[in-house]
Structure formats: structure tokens, C-alpha cells
């Protein structure tokens, strides 16, 4: 399993409706990207930490684990910010500017990142993909995506097998070796996938397969306290960004 | 795309790995795009989605079986992108998979499997993003892919051979998925002096570096695999397509000789 599934199925918000934690998590981070960086997305950040490391108990190193990838694409990306290109003196030169706007796209997306990392660390897909279908995306759709899903991890497994097995076989001794290996990897993973489907096909017509893969969702109900009180602790980020800001760009 | 022990959780990776990962990703950071580019991105991804939908719903309601082989497709182009990809220039990388995807399973259904395959790496592995999604969407599952397919399909018109063809529709597809992120990174952040295309250019010069020797991994990497399916898949590659059985007549009877597997073009 994914650090970031196993981590979503030992949540303490585990059992809690999709819904609940989807207004709380995708509301930080639309606020993220809609209020103005600062103050707004740097009090979204902030809140999104808040909620994680408290009520939603996200141990801190998993958190960590998972934010730092899209904070080096951030890192990255925020770099050519810093530069401009073609101006009168200099062919390349420092932006005016530059380092506050690469600050400003820093924080957005670290504070966007962070809503939807709210709702990754706290909602299983196996609890999201199946109610997809009341959100009105095609039934077959969601079928697929729950079979990708499910055979994501064999085979990602599968694939770890085989490269312990090739390294143990000094597969991976030399760049040629290494390529071989790799392109063995690729084509085995597409020989189990195919052949773990037509199993589970044949396994499926011997059940009466329909065509629709029924799965057992777990019970849960939207909560409207908890959906309000989220929708609370938005509307109250909103606002508190806008007083801070007038306050901040009144003179002194 | 995402390394192993990532998916795994097994293993350390250092904020090296990390940031070359990142690079060779190309995956727009959730938040990176101001709110109306996230909007138009995800109009512009939108008909190709819903027209890779509506097809996958008719063969799925034809064939209630596909569903499974439509999964592991998917589960395919997943753990494609996880796998490890060493550059001709001694780094290493992973690929996009959108070229193989497109050679097997075709745009329409690849415009959907890296909606889904998006989907999950912005919420299980935290690539890509949400709002990003549309914009992620018509880079790796709708231009890369088609791009990658027209290559292909245009060279096979021409009677070139089969890995040839494959090597090109891969190159294509890897390298136009970066040029459409640097053009949409570009567009929502345009140079103080020179506008878009002084960004334009400092965003590609930034991936340029890796991008090109990796579309060329890539490439080789598609042959290979492309390579060693035609000697074990052959009944998976004929059923998806990519290949015709041999001795087929010019009138399109059903003449087909038992032996002899031929890549054709489709």
C-alpha cells in the first residue's frame, strides 16, 4: 500500500463521510489559490498544518514524506521567476520584483498542496472512487478506476519482486544489463497485468458478472456540524485575510 | 515519474532525488496555476476526456469484460511511470509512459487511464495536483498521446518498421508533454520584459538539459519493452490491435495462416 492510503485508513477521520473532509480540505486549498499569497495563503498554510498535525492526528514525518515532493517542483518552478529575459542591459538579469513574486507562487502552492494533502491523508480511495458515481461520473468509469486502483499495488509489488530478483542476478551490473532488466521489467508488468485480468474474469463469469462491480462502501453520513463548522473556519480565513491586509497596507 | 521506494515506502531518498524527480515529472504543482488558467486548461481537456469516456462507456457496455482489461491498463500506465529510467546521460528519470499507452491502447482510451493515472498520483503520491489536474490532463493524456499516436500512425503509413515507428511515437509523446507544460507554465507566468516568449524559453531551458536525452531513454526504453511483448503477448497485442496475424488477404477475408504474427499498421 502507499504511504499516503495506509496513512488515510488509520486516520482518525477515517470513518467520517468524504464529503466532510473534502469541503475542508479542497476549501483551503480553492482559498489558497484565490486570496491574495499574503497573508491569505501563508494563514491557509498555517491552518492546514493546524488541522493536520491536531485533529486529524497526520503523524508529522509521514506529512513531511509527501509534502516535500511538490515542494521541490514549487522550488523549482519559482526559480525562473527570479530571472528576466531580454532586458535593454543585460540579455539576462534579475527580475525586478522577482524574488516577492517567486515568494508569493511558493506559498500558494505550498499552501494549496496542503488542502489537498488534508484530504489524501485522511480519505482512503476505496472510500472516495465508489461515491464518484453520485458526483455523477459514468459508472464504468469509476469500475475501471477501482480496478486500477486495486491492481496498482499487486503490481507495484510485482515490480519491486522483480527488481530485487534481477539485482540478485547482477541485473542491474552494468548500462547494458540495466536496460535489459528494465525493458523485462516493463513487459512483465504488462504480461501480470493482463493475465491477472483475464483471472479475475474468469473468476468474476463463474460469479455471474454483470458488468458491474459491486463493492461494499463503508457506512458513513455527512456530518452537517462538521461540514458547517469547516465551512466556518473558511469563511473566517476569508475575512481575517482581508482585515489583515487592509491593515497591513495602511500607512504608518 | 515517481520513484519506487516512494510507492512502496521502502528506502530514503534525498532532496537530490527529490528535486530531480521532480524536474523530469513535469507535473504542474497543485496551486502553481493562477485560478483561470486551472479553469481554461480544464475546458481545453475537456472534450478529449469526455469523448475518451464515451467511448470506453460503449465498449465497457458492449463488452462488460473490458472492464477488468481497462484496469490493468490502467494499472499498467501507473506503474509504468514508477519505473526508474536511466538517461543516456548517466542520470536517471521515469518515463511518461504516454507514448506506450498510445501505441496499445490508443488515445481516446489514454485520454481517461491518465485522468484516472493523474488522479491518483496528485492524491496518493502528491504529484500533480487538483486544480492542476486540467492542465496536467491535455499535457500527458491528451497532447503527449496523440502526438506520440499520429507519429506513429503517419511512419507505419509509410511502411517503416515497427520499432522505428514505436521509438518515434514514444520520442514525440515525452518530448511534446514537456513543451506543453513549458508553454503553459509560460503562458501563467510571462517575462517582465520580454512576456511569454522570454518565459517560454527560460522554462524549457530549465528542462531542456534532461528532457531531450530522456525522450530519448524513453524511446529506446518503449522499444525494448515493445520488443519483448511481440515475443511473449502476442494474443494480448493482436486483441489490442498492434498486431495483425500474418496472411491476411488483400480482400480482408478471413484467411488468416496460423503462423507468422506481423506488426501492421492499424
Known sequence: ?252 | MVPVSQETGQGTSTIHEVLERVCSAMHIAEGFLPPAHAIAWSVASAPFVVHGVRSLTREVKEHPESTLLLGASGAFTFVLSALKLPSVTGSCSHPTGTGLGAVLFRPPVMAVLGTITLLFQALLLAHGGLTTLGANVFSMAVVGPWAGYAVYRLLRRFDVPLMVTVFFGAFVADLSTYCVTSVQLALAFPDPSSGFPGALGKFASIFAVTQLPLAVSEGLLTVFVMRLLTQSSKGELTRLGVLVTGGRTKGGADAVADTGTEAVAR
Do not use: N
Open chain 1, 1 to 252: 500500500m502507499l504511504p499516503i492510503d495506509a496513512a488515510a485508513h488509520s486516520s482518525r477521520w477515517r470513518h467520517r463521510h468524504p464529503v466532510d473532509k473534502a469541503v475542508l480540505g479542497l476549501g483551503l486549498t480553492v482559498l489558497a489559490i484565490s486570496l491574495p499569497p499574503w497573508p491569505g495563503a501563508a494563514l491557509v498554510l498555517v491552518t492546514a498544518l493546524v488541522v493536520m498535525l491536531g485533529p486529524a492526528g497526520v503523524p508529522a514525518r509521514r506529512l513531511w514524506r509527501a509534502y516535500r515532493v511538490p515542494l521541490g517542483f514549487c522550488v523549482t518552478g519559482a526559480l525562473p521567476l527570479l530571472v528576466q529575459v531580454g532586458a535593454p542591459d543585460h540579455f539576462v538579469a534579475l527580475a525586478d520584483g522577482g524574488p516577492v513574486r517567486a515568494g508569493e507562487l511558493l506559498l500558494r502552492t505550498s499552501a494549496a498542496s496542503l488542502g489537498v494533502l488534508l484530504l489524501a491523508f485522511t480519505t482512503p480511495m476505496s472510500d472516495l472512487l465508489p461515491r464518484l458515481v453520485r458526483a455523477g461520473v459514468p459508472a464504468p468509469v469509476v469500475d475501471v478506476a477501482l480496478v486500477t486502483y486495486r491492481m496498482s499495488f499487486l503490481l507495484l509489488d510485482s515490480v519491486r519482486r522483480i527488481r530485487e530478483a534481477q539485482a540478485a542476478r547482477l541485473g542491474h551490473s552494468t548500462r547494458a544489463a540495466e536496460w535489459r532488466s528494465l525493458a523485462g521489467l516493463g513487459a512483465t508488468a504488462f504480461v501480470r497485468a493482463f493475465d491477472r485480468a483475464a483471472r479475475l474474469q474468469d473468476g468474476l463469469a463463474g460469479r455471474g458478472y454483470d458488468g458491474t462491480l459491486r463493492v461494499l462502501v463503508p457506512e458513513a453520513r455527512v456530518s452537517v456540524r462538521f461540514t458547517a463548522a469547516g465551512a466556518a473556519l473558511l469563511a473566517a480565513l476569508a475575512a481575517l485575510t482581508f482585515v489583515l491586509r487592509s491593515v497591513l497596507e495602511r500607512p504608518l
